[in-house]
């Protein structure tokens, strides 16, 4: 199985039943996080949030096939922590409302812009802090990102960023969708078009087909970042809503 979970992920569910618990799988890249896992007796049920993927197994590796009762009662459990999340990410939502609302606009001089030479457009800033506003195909707010003047990036705890995007321009004449808020900024400062960032590789496919199936006559274009996971998510767009492919260096 490909995303078996890493021990400690399982030896964290086991520990809190019951309580959802995010990590790797056992062979995955660090850091990232993309599965859940919860536990209930002597089963676990985990999956990749970025896959929508769902697996239910004994602990003890009994390869048997789950009972009724016991997929029943995993089930009830997936059910039940599915709420919590909702719940958290509405949580989410209206923290992430008022603290863009109170924030300012961006310095143009903040480091990172400088460093990376991009504008403040449809950033806020609180501090020394950026604010990068996530909302949906609605353009309602559900989370945002913090940029900090050394680059360090993070999302606020349990907010919803499946199918949700950064946004910049008004031009329908085709939309250019990538991963990263500053990738993007760049190719809108040399293109002047609209501009979409996914945020992560694994939410680019999501978004790119919510946008083809809102605004079907309008092309795609796909700016993928050049490495593996780029590749696999821009291929995957492709797939899923016919959009033109661009990587680094090639003309857009």
């Known amino acids: 199985m490909g995303i078996y979970p ?6 964290d569910a086991v520990t809190y039943q019951g309580d959802l618990q995010r990590g790797n799988h056992k062979n995955g890249k660090q850091g990232k996080k993309p599965l859940w896992l919860v536990s209930f007796g002597r089963f676990i049920a985990f999956g990749n949030w970025q896959e929508g993927s769902t697996y239910k197994m004994r602990l003890d590796g009994d390869p048997r096939p789950l009972t009724k009762v016991e997929t029943t009662a995993i089930e009830q459990s997936i059910k039940a922590n599915e709420v919590r999340r909702e719940q958290m990410q509405l949580d989410a939502r209206r923290h992430a409302i008022n603290r863009l609302s109170a924030a300012g606009n961006a310095d143009p001089l ?12 449809r950033l806020a800033q609180e501090d020394n802090k950026l604010l990068v506003p996530i909302t949906d195909c609605k353009g309602a707010i559900w989370s945002y990102q913090t940029i900090e003047p050394n680059g360090r990036k993070l999302f606020p705890k349990g907010a919803k960023k499946k199918g949700n995007f950064w946004a910049a321009g008004w031009d329908r004449s085709r939309f250019l969708v990538g991963e990263g808020v500053a990738t993007m900024k760049a190719i809108r400062r040399a293109t002047g078009a609209t501009v979409i960032a996914a945020m992560d590789a694994g939410n680019l496919p999501v978004v790119a087909e919510i946008i083809h199936l809102r605004l079907p006559s309008i092309p795609l274009v796909i700016c993928a970042d050049d490495d593996q996971a780029g590749h696999v998510a821009a ?8 959009a033109q492919i661009v990587l680094p260096g090639s003309p857009i």
């Open 235 to 242: 291929e995957k767009a492709r797939e899923l809503t016919g």
């Open 110 to 121: 903040h480091a990172y812009l400088v460093a990376k030479g991009i504008d403040g457009e």
């Open 6 to 11: 890493e021990q400690s992920l399982i030896e």
